[in-house]
């Protein structure tokens, strides 16, 4: 399975786990919600699902709402397909959702598993956070060599496209380093002796920077690849 197609597996059954959906609606939410998914169309989407299905990790059912029923009424045809998760694929999903190796924060699936953080626990999310920002560390790195060896013999216009590139790298890695040290106080604020907040829960969302406006970066920005 290509990393791409693992990824919208991963989304699929993410958005699945909160309600079962028409495909439609589903295709939607990945357009909508995760950006990544922009260009996905039905020739991608009903072939993955199909999989999962045959996995046994969803199953089809037919849509059973007023709506359902009158356009199948008016149309003759059948209603919609609801895919609906499995225990299966509940349990596939917490097996992705645990994953933190190099899949888990490349360009290309970064943004899907971020979009799921709410139900991920804390060291799989600091992992995951820590794993994205070493690699931009390192890309950043060979950017800026890569800038002064060849600033001398490039126009005005392409620097001014190698920076902005740099720029866009030295955003994404301030944003995470925000959510590290937010992820971070967290964690210590609820380790604190006699602290009531030992009894959360290890997927509770309490890392988040405070501050006003969020720095992170447009996952569909091609200059953070």
């Known amino acids: 399975m290509s990393r791409r197609s693992g990824i919208l597996e991963f989304a699929i059954l993410g958005l699945l786990r909160e309600s079962p959906m028409h495909g439609y609606e589903l295709r939607k939410r990945l357009n909508t919600s995760l950006g990544v998914f922009r260009a996905f169309s039905y020739g991608t989407l009903y072939p993955c699902l199909k999989t999962l299905v045959a996995n046994g990790w969803l199953i089809e059912e037919p849509g059973n709402t007023p709506e359902d029923a009158l356009a199948a009424s008016l149309t003759g045809r059948r209603a919609k397909i609801v895919y609906r998760l499995t225990a299966d694929g509940k349990e596939r999903f917490e097996e992705l959702l645990s994953q933190t190796g190099p899949d888990a924060y490349e360009d290309e699936t970064f943004a899907a598993r971020f979009a799921f953080f709410g139900q991920t626990e804390r060291d799989v999310r600091m ?56 992820e971070r106080a967290g964690r210590d604020r609820r380790s604190a002796p006699g602290s009531d907040a030992q009894q959360d829960t290890s997927g509770e969302t309490g890392g988040l920077p405070r501050h006003g406006g969020s720095t992170r970066p447009d996952p569909s920005d091609d200059t953070t690849k």
């Open 127 to 182: 992992r995951v956070l820590e794993g994205r920002r070493s690699r931009l560390e390192e890309r950043l790195e060979k950017m800026r060599a890569s800038f002064a060896r060849t600033r001398e013999r490039l126009d005005d216009y392409t620097l001014e496209l190698q920076r902005h590139g740099m720029e866009s790298v030295e955003r994404e890695v301030r944003w995470l380093n925000e959510l590290i040290e937010s």
